[in-house]
């Protein structure tokens, strides 16, 4: 997340899709990662029917949940699109997904209907749509099935402005969007650029102590139930 590296989903490269986890009710589960610099959305990850040792079945929680079924979506659009990017289709996620109050670059939770809606119907949506930079940083917006030329609007200059060429740049601590109208007068407005800090101080979800009941020191939370589900007297099963 924002605070701690973990990799691969700290890697930051240009492909790269990292997932949070989202419960029943779309809050985000006590163990999850979050960030709005280096996760880019949520899925559902939380109950999460699947295989079990001993050719059982059972319900199991994790990130490791949640990442399966943005991959599993994410084929589904290559195969409709073989051109998209990594970039273009992180972007689309977040821009259909659903609003959440998950700390996410785009505080959402995949909405896999809206996402491939928005791509066979042709419809626009902006890469990157969401971003977090450090003051003086840039970055290149453009408009997915605009007709050129595209006219590019800052919400707020003095925080975030954007040039003719869709190059953004990053001027002062704050927040804006950027919005994207082409030659045939439709218009698209991003999620938040934030420039400066990563993450705002609150509570970092489960810090815990490593073996202590309620916590898992696995890494995974979903190897945790299935560990417990073999060894329930491991310190951490108390869940």
């Not at 949520?42 to 079990?52: F, K, R, W």
């Not at 109050?101 to 902006?126: G, H, M, P, S, Y």
């Not at 840039?138 to 003095?158: C, D, F, K, Q, R």
Request: proline residues 8%; hydrophobic residues 40%; charged residues 15%.
């Amino acid at each position: 997340n924002d605070r701690t590296d973990v990799f691969p989903a700290n890697s930051n490269t240009p492909n790269m899709i990292t997932v949070a986890a989202s419960g029943s009710s779309d809050a985000k589960p006590q163990w999850s990662n979050y960030g709005k610099a280096m996760v880019h959305l949520a899925a559902p990850g939380e109950g999460i029917m699947s295989t079990l040792p001993g050719n059982k079945y059972g319900e199991l929680s994790g990130t490791s949940m949640a990442t399966p079924l943005v991959s599993g979506l994410v084929g589904f659009l290559k195969s409709q699109d073989a051109s998209l990017t990594g970039a273009q289709i992180r972007a689309l996620l977040q821009t259909t997904g659903a609003r959440v109050t998950i700390e996410t670059a785009c505080n959402c939770r995949v909405d896999a209907f809206a996402a491939v809606d928005r791509l066979l119907n042709k419809k626009q949506w902006l890469v990157p749509t969401a971003a977090t930079l450090a003051v003086n940083e840039t970055a290149v917006i453009s408009l997915m099935n605009g007709v050129e030329p595209i006219e590019y609007v800052s919400s707020n200059p003095a925080f975030v402005t954007v040039d003719d060429a869709g190059v953004v740049t990053a001027v002062a601590n704050g927040v804006a969007t950027i919005t994207a109208t082409d030659a045939a007068g439709n218009s698209v407005t991003s999620l938040d650029f934030n420039v400066g800090a990563a993450s705002s101080p609150g509570n970092p979800g489960n810090p815990g102590n490593p073996g202590n009941p309620g916590d898992c020191p696995l890494g995974d939370p979903a190897l945790c139930q299935i560990a417990c589900g073999i060894m329930p007297d491991l310190p951490f099963c108390a869940m």
